[in-house]
């Protein structure tokens, strides 16, 4: 295990959790990292926690920029990586001790260019840490075909898995968006050739309130459905086979902002978007209902926003 695996941590607004999310890094039982912080121009003390931890492992990079979005710092952090191996952690959650062990070893042994661990979900009310137990699963190794088809199907996160480098060197977030792991996830899965799901767990995921997960609507979850379309183009270029799964998150994500549209207070701007979501819905009403993928209540969904 000599190595080096490049951890980009984008940072924003997180002082409360940065330290354990740090801590779980550098008490990985893999040593050879290379963990870069990226302070996307946080108001708090990030900075300052950033800094202190650098002070105390040679192995942590700290890059201070100004605020333009997780997507715009894990840009960043892929500009500075120098690892064989790529993985991204968000600031709020943690890893297992052996994550990287895990990961690179399973990497290894079934010749993948990613290998994704078991996520345990953890509950945080008011600072109080609620583990929810992960599901039991097989090891399997999937095709890119596969397991695009899945990520469409159910969606996918782009932590919790180590990449090869390659698969980075000419792929980058969305500006400024929201929802952004998706997009990439599916284009980091088509430069795969085999993707292994391995039966350990190696992520804390936490889910708090007033994080964009779980924050009200706005016209930002926009981003759903403006992505959902680009992806729908990529699948249909990329892998043409999967395209009746990309158009089932299209229409899917077409009618979650259609409604929340019309559930918002009124404004000019959101009037206009529903409006034009409204022609979209009419447009592809008829496809929408012979999409095997399509549950039922979401085509009668469909058939009454279109009226």
């Not at 290894?108 to 929810?132: E, F, N, S, W």
Request: contains cysteine.
């Amino acid at each position: 295990m000599n190595e080096k695996i490049s951890v980009i941590i984008p940072i924003y607004k997180v002082q409360e959790y940065l330290p354990k999310c740090i801590e779980s890094v550098l008490q990985q039982t893999y040593h050879n990292l290379e963990i870069i912080l990226v302070d996307d121009g946080s108001p708090d003390k990030c900075g300052k926690i950033c800094e202190a931890y650098a002070k105390k492992d040679n192995r942590i990079r700290v890059i201070h920029k100004k605020n333009e979005g997780v997507s715009s710092a894990r840009n960043t952090g892929l500009e500075y990586a120098s690892g064989e191996y790529i993985s991204f952690i968000d600031s709020d959650d943690w890893i297992t001790k052996n994550a990287y062990q895990v990961l690179y070893q399973g990497m290894k042994r079934y010749d993948a260019d990613c290998a994704v661990g078991k996520c345990i979900h953890v509950i945080d009310k008011k600072g109080t840490l609620r583990p929810q137990k992960s599901p039991a699963q097989a090891v399997r190794c999937e095709t890119p075909e596969e397991t695009i088809k899945n990520t469409l199907l159910t969606g996918s996160a782009i932590w919790n898995r180590l990449y090869k480098r390659k698969i980075f060197e000419k792929l980058r977030f969305p500006a400024d968006r929201i929802n952004d792991d998706e997009f990439i996830a599916l284009r980091a899965y088509a430069k795969c050739n085999k993707i292994v799901f391995l039966n350990q767990d190696t992520y804390y995921y936490r889910i708090r309130k007033n994080s964009i997960t779980t924050s009200h609507f706005s016209l930002r979850n926009m981003d759903y459905y403006y992505n959902s379309a680009e992806n729908l183009t990529f699948i249909k270029k990329k892998k043409p086979e999967l395209t009746e799964c990309a158009e089932f998150k299209y229409f899917k994500t077409m009618l979650y902002c259609y409604v929340h549209l019309k559930l918002m207070k009124r404004n000019p701007k959101a009037d206009m978007i529903r409006k034009e979501l409204q022609k979209n819905i009419r447009k592809n009403r008829s496809l929408a209902l012979k999409n095997r993928y399509l549950p039922i209540n979401l085509k009668l969904l469909m058939l009454i926003c279109a009226i």
